[in-house]
């Protein structure tokens, strides 16, 4: 079992930044891949971007060059760094963590990119 905390939403003018951070707890020890989706009123939940355990990253073509998906050695948890955000970023943001049986949610923190 995996459980997953999200933090660091908020509201922001467009083309400011905002830093989300998932820690997860638990059998850590099985997670192979972490990331995060997004999901705004109306819109298919989409995913913005994740890391695998064999090394590799991937992002959504809208959010390459602009969002980073990291680890934070110092707090132990995997963030996200978002630049340049634009209001359309506006959404319901989600942590989920992958084992070899099952894939784990946090509740999700509100992202919200004013003009």
């Known amino acids: 079992q995996v459980q997953l905390v999200e933090s660091g939403g908020g509201v922001v003018q467009a083309g400011g930044s905002l830093r989300l951070s998932c820690a997860a707890s638990g059998s850590i020890f099985r997670i192979t891949a972490m990331g995060w989706y997004r999901q705004a009123p109306g819109k298919q939940r989409e995913l913005v971007a994740n890391i695998i355990s064999d090394g590799s990253i991937n992002y959504a073509d809208s959010v390459k060059g602009r969002f980073t998906i990291f680890r934070d050695d110092a707090k132990n948890t995997k963030d996200l760094q978002m630049n340049s955000l634009k209001p359309e970023d506006t959404a319901v943001y989600y942590c989920?963590?992958?084992?070899?049986?099952?894939?784990?949610w946090g509740r999700g923190t509100q992202v919200t990119v004013s003009s």
């Open positions: 989920y963590a992958d084992t070899s049986l099952a894939r784990y």
